[in-house]
């Protein structure tokens, strides 16, 4: 029995259209990083250092999200048959692994400097947080709106987001050092940034891992969808039903679906009270319905599961 196939290749995943502006944030980053790393040797800072380090990690996964979006743009192959979609998500999995990294590094440093707490030039240490804050606020802006079509785009707009509040903490801890001289916030600084960082790591870890282990993506109900086919006209039956994620934007779905008699082709010019084939309806129903644009089906009659294999449900 042929297969037939209902297919909409619209790979307008969010990531490639932000392109320029995470390049900008990366610039942005960058300079943060600088300056951060200078305020940090000024005022012997570990909550500036701490800042500066995280600012390293996130302009190293912005350069990496960068890298991404342009290998992601090359055209499909032959042999790669998707293209080289998947490494935005593999970069967002190695941008958490090394935000993790970070995190664990500054909680061993904070926990050192709480017992021998050093000297801190507060006022060289706010001065340089607020510059920190600034331009971590002008990053935001510009990721905001790309934060909600593209996983790297999210992972970029957190860290910056993560940024922003390190140097909040950082401000918050210089004024307590200046008013107050407790020479402890600091190190309670530099933790909070670290502590920070662990939510956004879980969170994009375990998205970027649902996306390689080909889960559903989220907001999708298999069961909700079965009925939208079985509610198609001229459809008896589906399984091997299939919904996951290629990338950022790009839900992909795969089913075999029996047809009544006289119902498994295209055409369905013949077949009284027709007014669109099978496909045409399915394809339909799933892109408005599911945001679904990909879908490929395999059209069969009654009777054909018997002879597919075990692996089949």
Known sequence: ????????????????????????????????????ILGGVLSGSLALLADAGHAFTDAAGLLIAVLAVTFAALPATSQRTFGYLRLEILAAVFNATLLAVVAVFVLIEAARRWSDPPEVAGGTMLAFALVGLVANAVGLLLL????????????AYLEVLGDL???AAVI???VVLLTTGYARADAIASAAVALM???????????????????TPRGVDVAHVRD??????????????????ITSGLPVMSAHIVVEPGRSTTDCADTPGCESSILDTLRDCLAEHFD??????????????????AVHH
């Not at 679904?292 to 294999?309: I, K, N, W």
């Open 1 to 36: 029995m042929g297969a037939g196939h209902g297919h909409s290749h619209g790979h307008g995943h969010g990531a490639g259209a932000h392109r320029s502006r995470l390049l900008v944030v990366l610039a942005i980053t960058a300079a943060v990083v600088v300056v951060q």
């Open 144 to 155: 905001s709106r790309g934060a909600k079509e593209s996983l790297n785009v999210r992972g």
């Open 165 to 167: 509040l390190g140097s």
């Open 172 to 174: 918050v801890a210089a």
């Open 197 to 215: 960082i662990v939510p956004r790591v879980w969170s994009l870890l375990r998205e970027a891992i649902d996306v390689l282990l080909e889960a």
């Open 228 to 245: 939208h086919i079985l509610a198609t006209p001229g459809v008896l039956d589906v399984h091997d039903l299939h919904v996951w994620t």
């Open 292 to 309: 679904v644009e990909h879908s490929t089906f395999q059209l069969e009659p009654a009777g054909h599961r018997a002879h597919e294999d």
